[in-house]
């Protein structure tokens, strides 16, 4: 395999990319770089593409939606949750929704900057594993995730080719891409590499499945209820020690860290949509105290949740 041929473009898509389609309104990128960025996606959707080749750097700033960058000439770096990555040519970078990030541009290159809504896919209850594993940043490439990464670029690139095309039904082709896209993901990071837990439960991988997925439905309601580990344990049927490889599997990262985000993505909602007080937004949302609340904001959101707050506030 060639990963070149995957994301390469012909004359006639870098001319017709560089357009945004049905005379969309172009971005005031430069008037638009400030903290806190209110994406101006397509009238009636929640998703906005870009392929652009100016050598514009973008300082840190945060936004509500999935932005995906994939590099096509040039090599970019951008920083995520204080994370630095030096993206190559057919990279796909996946930034947290929320996630302060920067992007350096080199002096000569070609990037596609996709912006994507996810809350038509949260309604799905499916989605609550893929949600739980795109808390952090993730870069999907040839050498981090060979088994997937041809089928990745290829959906990206027929998004693309979706979104500058003329098809009636647009935006249908474009979010079964991202189903595809987001699907492919999961099932790799669930399956992939399952570690041999024989003997020490009675139950198979895929009854495990399904009790840790009916557990993140649970959750999505009940954060802000004080859960322990054994709690949650105790509910699928599992030995706490169990419970917390197979969660892990599952969603990339542990119970007690699972729940941080659920309670401080909701957090950040009542932050930017209601004036409660900060310390009745850390109690609504399963906080024990103002300081854990504080700490674990800054943790998450590198910033306090007053910053937070002012931050969209000044933009709104």
């Known amino acids: 395999m060639n990963p070149q041929k995957l994301f390469a473009l012909t004359a006639k898509e870098q001319s017709l990319y560089q357009i945004q389609p049905d005379n969309y309104p172009k971005y005031d990128w430069a008037a638009a770089n400030e903290e806190y960025e209110i994406p101006p996606f397509i009238p009636q959707t929640f998703m906005r593409f870009w392929y652009n080749t100016e050598d514009t750097s973008y300082s840190t700033h945060w936004h509500d939606a999935q932005e995906i960058i994939v590099p096509l000439e040039g090599v970019y770096t951008v920083t995520v949750q204080g994370i630095t990555f030096h993206l190559e040519p057919g990279d796909i970078l996946l930034v947290p929704p929320g996630s302060l990030h920067s992007l350096e541009a080199p002096d000569c290159g070609a990037r596609f900057i996709f912006l994507l809504e996810l809350g038509t896919f949260c309604q799905l209850t499916d989605f609550f594993q893929t949600q739980a594993l795109l808390t952090k940043p993730v870069c999907i490439n040839a050498d981090t995730y060979p088994e997937i990464y041809e089928q990745e670029i290829r959906l990206i690139m027929q998004v693309a080719g979706y979104y500058w095309g003329n098809t009636a ?6 979010y079964s891409c991202m189903m595809a896209f987001y699907a492919c993901y999961t099932d790799f ?11 020490s439960e009675d139950i198979s991988p895929d009854d495990c499945s399904q009790r840790i997925y009916m557990l993140l439905s649970y959750l ?69 105290t103002l300081s854990s609340f504080n700490r674990i904001f800054r943790k998450y959101q590198k910033c306090t949740p007053t910053e937070c707050r002012n931050l969209y506030q000044r933009r709104k």
Not at 169 to 174: C, D, K, N, P
Not at 189 to 199: E, K, L, M, T, V
Not at 241 to 254: A, E, L, P, V
């Open 169 to 174: 039904s647009r935006q249908l082709w474009i």
């Open 189 to 199: 990071c669930i399956h992939a590499n399952r570690p041999d837990f024989s003997g």
């Open 220 to 288: 999505q309601q009940h954060y802000a209820e004080s859960i322990s580990l054994e709690a949650a344990a105790s509910k699928v049927g599992l030995s706490k020690f169990y419970f917390s490889k197979i969660f892990k599997q599952h969603t990339g990262q542990t119970f007690y860290d699972y729940l941080c985000f659920l309670r401080i993505q909701a957090s950040v909602d009542l932050l930017k949509n209601t004036s409660a007080s900060i310390s009745e937004i850390a109690a609504s949302c399963g906080f024990a």
